[in-house]
Structures are given as structure tokens and as C-alpha cells.
């Protein structure tokens, strides 16, 4: 793979509404969880979420009422890409050429609880007719191209937490292939809702650290005890580089390698040695031409689970035989928007070589023995930066692993 242009960025996270908002927070390093109304009442009652977020005001009425609230940050994130790109937002006679291609890990639980619960009290007719429509994984990507009126390849990935970062490998095969000039290529989730919560507590993920919520998301920590459940939405515009260089546009960085598999080990838990998560890395290291010395950052998954972190150190030490290179992980601070986790860190790995710095991982303090990584933390380190790879893997062992190099 010789390479895809990142010409476009577009955010809105706990950490802020636009790509640089969110860079400039996460680069303070403090975490962002704390007590979420929506999940009064739960033994575990917090979560990042996007704050100041009226979608009415920024969507308009019709819009922000028929869909749900991860359309709606979908929506705000491709609006900002394309306008960082450079294009116009009725892409005009480009449109042909331009797909969508999104991450969303799950169907929007919040949706079907609240209308469940009218099914409940039999009240069958009162049941919106957008239920459906408003709801369902795919609408992400159709809701996005009947915005901005692109008319190429359309669908949503769907891959648990790594869903985000397949999306957008799939973006870029499709762009490899010719089949299109650019893809808007991200993911968007809301993981707020009381069904997502009451669901990961009962799998015993999340972090029980209600009392000090700032201090709960803590990847690769010592005394990490669970994720913390988040939001958000990350669209990268990406392009073909010939196409890019024909419009003049400003390419932010290269895609230069990815690569997916899967543990086939167990529905939830991955492998314990890292092997699907070591093998991804190898190859996508290998697609982009690189080897493991090449390499000078990595955006780590780090949900702050037990298992996950240390597979994800396992499969890092083999990798790069012990000499891992920087390593950041941004849930720390944004807790883990699950599928739309691999998009947002993947806009940050195009930043991170961008402003030549490493952001830090928030709440980690000390490593366990026979896991020590290069763990930046306290303030961001500079470069020198030329390569990065970007870390996601999800339930049922999904992997992938995007490898990102300054232009």
C-alpha cells in the first residue's frame, strides 16, 4: 500500500465539539468521567459524555428529532471533515466518487428501551414509526451521504469496539481499488445509555471507581478495575493521493498500512497472550512497508480492563521485541465510545504526528511487572515522529490496526 491522504478531520467528544477542542484537552491528561444523569439510580452512574451538545440548535428540528444521538454526532464530525478538506458540502460533480463508510458497534439501545417500555404498558400504537429507522446501525453512514449529498459506496462496519478502525481500513481498500476518489471514513457511538451500562456491568467491565470518577478509566494502570463508558464521533476525509495533489488539497498525513483478524478465542475475552492482536500488528506494520524499528508511537486500545491490557502489552512487547515504542492510550481521559473509540484515536494518531507530540495517558501511575510499556504520562513528549500505529480490538476477538506516517 503506497499510501491514502488524510485530507480532512472532523470530532466531537467529551473532550469538545471540534478536532482541535478535543486535541488540545486530551492533551492536558486529566480525565474526563463523572456522574451521567441519564444513569441515575445504577450501582455504577458514570460516564464521559459530550457536554453543551444541543442538537436541535446545531441540526435543526426535523433532523435532530429523527435520529438518535449517535447519527447526530456522526453528522456534526463528517460536517467538520469536509469542511477541513476543503469541499464543498454538496460535493457537487464529485459525488459519484465519494463513499461513506462508518463505524457503530451496536444498534442505539436507547431507542428501543424507551420504546420497549411503552410495548410494556401496552402501548403498541404509540410507538414511533422512526423507531426502526433512527436506530439501526446503518444509518450512520445513509444519514451522513443524504447530508452532504455523496452518492458513492455506502455502509456501516460493525465490530464491536474496533468497528471505527475497520471502517475506515475498509475506506481505504475501496480507495486502493479505484472504486472511489474519496471516502469519508470514522465511526460514531453512544455508549450513555442505561441498557449499555446495566449490559457492561453485568459482564463485570466497567470501572467501579464511582466515588473518584475523574480517577477511574486508567489503561495499563496497576490498579485499573474497568472501562468507563463514553461518546463521541471521529470522520477522517480520506482521499486518493493522486486526487488529493490534483485539487491542491493539504494532505494532513498518509494511511499507510492496515490490517484485521480475529482471535477466535472467545466472545468476550481476548486472548490472553495478545496472538490475534500480535499477528494484526505485524501485518499492518508489513503492509505499509515498515518493520517494528520503523515505528515511533503507538495509540493504544487501553480500555483499563484487566484482561485487555495486559494481552495488549503482550502482543506490544513481542512486536517490538521489548523496546515498544511511546505509547499513548486516550481513554484514559475520553472513557471508550466503543465503536466509535477506533475512529476518534485514529484522528488523534493523525495529530499526534501532525503537532510532532505524544498526548498522555491520564490516571496511569504504575505498571505491572512483566508489562512495562514506555507509557507517556504527566505532560505530552515531543518527537521526533514519522510513523504510528493506531491499536483497536473488540468483542468476540476483532482486531485492527491502522499504521499512520507524516506526508
Partial sequence: MTGVAVTGLGMITPAGHTASDTWRTVCEGRGLARPDPELAGLDIDISCRVDDFDATRVLGRPLARRLDRFAHLALVAAREAVEDAGLEPGLRSLAPRVGVVLGVGSNSLATYAREFGRLARGDAALVSPLALTRSVPSMAAAEVALDLKATGPNFTASSACASGATAIGIAAALLDSGACDIVLAGGAESGRSRMTATCFASLR???????????????????????????????????????????????????????????????????????????????????????????????????????????????????????VPPVTAAKGVLGHALGAGGAIEAALTVLTLEHQLVPPTANHDLQEAGQRLD????????????SAVCNSFGFGGQNAVLVFTTP
Avoid: K, Y
Fill in 375 to 386: 507509557i507517556v504520562t504527566g505532560r505530552p513528549r515531543p518527537g521526533p515522529l514519522h
Fill in 205 to 323: 467491565a466497567l470501572s467501579r471507581r464511582t466515588a473518584e470518577p475523574r480517577r477511574a478509566s486508567r489503561p495499563f494502570d496497576a490498579d485499573r478495575d474497568g472501562l468507563v463508558l463514553s461518546e463521541g464521533a471521529a470522520v477522517l476525509v480520506l482521499e486518493r493521493l493522486d486526487h488529493a495533489r490534483r485539487r491542491g488539497a493539504s494532505v494532513r498525513s498518509l494511511l499507510r498500512g492496515h490490517a484485521t483478524g480475529c482471535d477466535a478465542h472467545h466472545p468476550v475475552a481476548p486472548h490472553p497472550d495478545g496472538q490475534g492482536a500480535e499477528h494484526v500488528l505485524r501485518t499492518a506494520i508489513a503492509a505499509a512497508r515498515l518493520t517494528p524499528r520503523d515505528v515511533r508511537h503507538v495509540n493504544a486500545h487501553g480500555t483499563g480492563t484487566r484482561a485487555g491490557d495486559a494481552a495488549e502489552a503482550r502482543a506490544l512487547l513481542r512486536v517490538f521485541a521489548g523496546a
